[in-house]
C-alpha cells in the first residue's frame, strides 16, 4: 500500500486540520462539516494527479483549445454517516463521478473496550474497471475501511483503489496495509500517534460524525 501523508508538507491542509482539533472551534458543526469537506478537496485534487488523461479539444468563442482531460469512470463511496461531508468534498472536484454509500458502526458488548463492526447498507454503482475513492475520516482500527470494501467487492473488482482519511493512527494503517494490494492509495491529512483502549484515535479530533451531525443514541 503507497501511504501519502499530506502533512508532511506544510499546505493550507495544517490550518483546516487544525481547526478541526481544536475543541472551541469545532462547536460549530458547520465549519466543522465544512472543513472536512475542504479536506476531501484537496485530497481529490491530489488523486486526480494518478488518473490517466488525455488530450481533447475545446471550442471557445474564438478557436479551439486543447486540454488535458480526465478518462477515467470514477466512484466516490463513504462511510455513513462521518463520510458525508469528505464526500461531498471529493465530489465537489469529481463532479461527474459516481456514488456509493455505505453505513458501518461499532457495535459495543458488555465490555466498552472491545467492538465489532457491522455493515448494514449499501448502494453502489457497478464498480468494474473504475477508479474506486473510499473516505472515512478516521481510520482508526481499519476495520470499517477492510469490511466496507469486502462489502463493496461483490460490485465488481475496480481498475484503481484510492481510501482517503483525514486523521489515521499507525495501528489501522498497518492492519489495512494486511488486507489491500500493494497499489492500493492511501491519502491521510495527518497520521497521529496511536489508538487509545478504547479504539480512538490519540490525539485525534474526537467523533467526526457527532460533530458534524450532533450526538447519537448509543444501541
Known amino acids: 500500500m503507497i501511504v501519502h501523508n499530506l502533512s508532511e508538507t506544510p499546505s493550507v491542509l495544517n490550518t483546516f486540520l487544525s481547526e478541526l482539533r481544536d475543541i472551541s472551534i469545532q462547536k460549530d458543526r458547520m465549519r466543522f462539516r465544512r472543513n472536512i469537506e475542504r479536506m476531501g478537496e484537496i485530497i481529490a485534487y ?32 463513504n462511510v455513513l454517516r462521518a463520510g458525508l461531508p469528505m464526500h461531498q468534498g471529493i465530489l465537489n472536484y469529481f463532479d461527474k463521478a459516481e456514488n ?16 465489532e463492526i457491522i455493515v448494514e ?46 486523521v489515521a493512527a499507525p495501528e489501522g494503517i498497518e492492519y489495512i496495509s494486511n488486507h489491500f494490494d500493494d497499489n492500493t492509495h492511501l491519502w491521510v491529512g495527518a497520521i497521529d500517534e496511536k489508538l487509545n483502549d478504547y479504539g480512538y484515535i490519540i490525539p485525534g479530533l474526537g467523533d467526526a460524525g457527532d460533530l458534524s451531525f450532533g450526538t447519537k443514541l448509543q444501541h
Open 100 to 115: 456509493a454509500f455505505i453505513s458501518a458502526y461499532r457495535h459495543h458488548g458488555k465490555d466498552p473496550s472491545k467492538f
Open 46 to 77: 491530489e488523486i486526480s494527479k494518478t488518473i490517466s488523461y488525455s488530450n481533447k479539444p475545446t471550442t471557445t468563442p474564438l478557436g479551439i483549445s486543447n486540454s488535458m482531460l480526465p478518462n477515467d469512470n470514477i466512484v466516490i463511496a
Open 121 to 166: 447498507y449499501l448502494a453502489s454503482p457497478s464498480l468494474k474497471n473504475k477508479v474506486l475513492i473510499l473516505a472515512d475520516p478516521m481510520l482508526a482500527s481499519g476495520k470499517s475501511m477492510v469490511n466496507v470494501y469486502k462489502a463493496l467487492f461483490k460490485m465488481g473488482k475496480p481498475d484503481a483503489m484510492h481510501l482517503a482519511a483525514v
